[in-house]
C-alpha cells in the first residue's frame, strides 16, 4: 500500500493517481489513519494541480464507499429514484417545491441537501423553521418517508459519504474550498450515496453566485455532469442566472412561507417558476416519466394545479415530524419576527442591477444566516416582497420589506439592501433565468 506522504507527493509533483491509491487515502482519512495535516496537503496540491476525469471519478467514488450506500431495490418502489442539486444561492428555495413536485409525478426523491454558509441560505435552515420537522432522521424514518411520501429532503447523515465530512471541514479551514475536483467529489459522493438514478444539477452564475463568472460555471457544470456519468448516474446540468434573488423572499420562514404559496397557487414567483420546471422536467426526462422535458414540464404544471404537489409536500413535513395541517396553516407555525417595515429606495425608478451577494449579506447581518458553521441562525428575519431587475420602484413601491428583531437591526439591514440595488430611469432588459444546459458526456 502506498504511503499517505508518497501519494501527497505524486499529486504535488502533478502526477496522476491511481484508483488504488485515492481508495487507500480516503480510506485512511475515514478511520483517521491519514491525518488532517496529510488531507489538507493532498487538497492544497489538488487545488493547484487538478484531477483528471478519471481521478475525479475514482475520488467521488471512493467518498461514496466511505459510508452507508443506499440501495432502494428492496424497498420495491414504483419509480425512479430522482434528485437535484443546487450550488447555492440568494431566495433558492427550488427543493421545498421541486421535490413534491417530483413526487406527485411518480418520482421518489431521497434529497440530502445542505445548511448556509456565508451569503448563500441553506434548505436544511429553511426547513428547520418548521416546527418539529426533523432534518436528520436515521436511515429508517428516511427511507419510510420517501416511501411514504415520495420525497424527503434531509441532512447529510452520520452514516453517508463521512470521508466528505472531515474532507470539507478541512477545505474550510486550509482555502481549497474552491477547487473544482474537491466540488465535485463532495457534492456528487453524498449524491450517488443516496441511490439515485437521475440527477440534475443547478450551478448559478452571478453576483449572488459561488461561481460568479459563466467561465466558471460552466467549467463547474460540465465537471459535476461528466464526473457523475462517469460514476454511473445519469445527470443534466443546468447554469441559472443569479444576478437577482431568484425568489421574493430571502431568509428562512420566509422562503418557506414563500414555498407554501408557490404550491398552493398562491403566489409564483416568476423567476422561481421557471427555473423550478426547467429542474424537473429534465429530470422526469432523465428518469423516464416524460418522453422529453417538454412532456415534463407539462406534468409537473398538472401536479401543481391539482393540489397532488401540495399535499406531497405536507406529507413529507408531517412524515418528518412536522405538523400535519402545515399547509393550511402555515403563517400560525412559522415563526415571525416582530420587526416589519418597508425599505425604501434611494430614489423612484427601475431597478437597473442588484448585488445579490450583498442581498445575502444582508440576511446574515440579521441573524437569518451564518458566517462560521457553528454560528446560531435566527429562522423569523429576512426580507420578503424583494424587487426583481426592472421593477418600478418609488413612493409606492419599495424594494422589500424587512423582517427583523429590532429596530435598529431593521435600519442596518434596510441600509445595507437599498446599497444593493441601483436605480435607473428604465427598466434593463429581461434575462431568461435558465443560461444554458450541459449532458454529461458517457
Not at 484508483?19 to 480516503?26: E, G, L, M
Not at 467518498?63 to 418502489?77: E, I, Q
Not at 460552466?218 to 425568489?247: F, K, Q, Y
Request: hydrophobic content about 50%.
Amino acid at each position: 500500500m502506498t504511503p499517505p506522504q508518497e501519494i501527497i507527493r505524486r499529486k504535488r509533483d502533478g502526477a496522476a493517481l491511481d484508483a488504488a491509491d485515492i481508495d487507500a487515502f480516503i480510506a485512511g482519512l475515514t478511520s483517521g489513519a491519514v491525518t488532517e495535516g496529510q488531507a489538507a496537503a493532498l487538497a492544497m496540491a489538488v487545488f493547484f494541480r487538478g484531477m483528471s476525469l478519471d481521478e475525479s471519478v475514482a475520488l467521488t467514488r471512493a467518498m461514496m464507499r466511505s459510508g452507508s450506500v443506499l440501495d432502494w431495490r428492496g424497498a420495491a418502489l414504483p419509480g425512479p429514484i430522482l434528485d437535484k442539486h443546487s450550488t447555492g444561492g440568494i431566495g433558492d428555495n427550488v427543493s421545498l417545491m421541486l421535490a413534491p413536485m417530483l413526487a406527485a409525478c411518480g418520482a421518489f426523491v431521497p434529497m440530502i441537501s445542505g445548511r448556509g454558509l456565508g451569503h448563500t441560505g441553506g434548505t436544511l435552515d429553511k426547513l428547520d423553521s418548521i416546527p418539529g420537522y426533523v432534518a436528520q432522521p436515521d436511515l429508517a424514518l428516511f427511507r419510510r418517508t420517501v416511501a411514504e411520501a415520495g420525497c424527503a429532503i434531509i441532512g447529510q447523515t452520520e452514516d453517508l459519504a463521512p470521508a466528505d465530512k472531515r474532507l470539507y471541514a478541512i477545505r474550510d479551514v486550509t482555502a481549497t474550498v474552491e477547487s473544482i475536483p474537491l466540488i465535485t467529489a463532495s457534492i456528487l459522493s453524498k449524491k450517488l450515496a443516496a441511490g439515485l438514478q437521475g440527477l440534475v444539477m443547478d450551478v448559478k452564475t452571478g453576483s449572488g453566485a459561488f461561481m460568479a463568472s459563466l467561465e466558471g460555471a460552466r467549467d463547474l457544470a460540465r465537471t459535476l455532469a461528466t464526473v457523475a456519468v462517469g460514476a454511473g448516474l445519469p445527470t443534466v446540468s443546468l447554469i441559472s442566472d443569479m444576478n437577482e434573488p431568484l425568489a421574493s423572499a430571502a431568509g428562512n420562514a420566509v422562503e418557506v412561507a414563500n414555498a407554501v404559496a408557490f404550491l398552493t397557487g398562491e403566489k409564483r414567483d416568476p423567476r422561481l417558476h421557471a427555473v423550478t420546471l426547467a429542474l424537473g422536467a429534465e429530470l422526469l426526462a432523465l428518469g423516464g416519466l416524460a418522453a422529453s422535458p417538454e412532456a415534463g414540464r407539462a406534468a409537473l404544471a398538472r401536479a401543481l394545479a391539482s393540489g397532488a404537489a401540495a399535499e406531497r409536500f405536507e406529507r413529507m413535513v408531517a412524515g418528518l415530524g412536522g405538523p400535519r395541517d402545515f399547509l393550511r396553516d402555515a403563517a400560525r407555525h412559522l415563526p415571525a419576527a416582530p420587526v416589519v417595515r418597508a425599505v425604501a429606495p434611494p430614489r423612484a425608478g427601475f431597478v437597473a442591477s442588484i448585488d445579490a451577494r450583498a442581498v445575502g449579506m444582508a440576511v446574515v447581518s440579521l441573524g437569518g444566516g451564518r458566517t462560521r458553521p457553528a454560528d446560531p441562525i435566527d429562522h423569523a428575519v429576512g426580507f420578503t416582497r424583494l424587487a426583481g431587475l426592472g421593477a418600478p420602484v418609488g413612493a409606492e413601491g419599495p424594494l422589500a420589506l424587512v423582517h427583523a428583531r429590532d429596530p435598529a437591526e431593521a435600519d442596518a439591514a434596510a441600509a445595507a439592501l437599498a446599497a444593493a440595488y441601483r436605480i435607473g430611469d428604465a427598466p434593463p432588459p429581461l434575462r431568461d433565468p435558465v443560461v444554458e444546459r450541459i449532458a454529461g458526456a458517457s
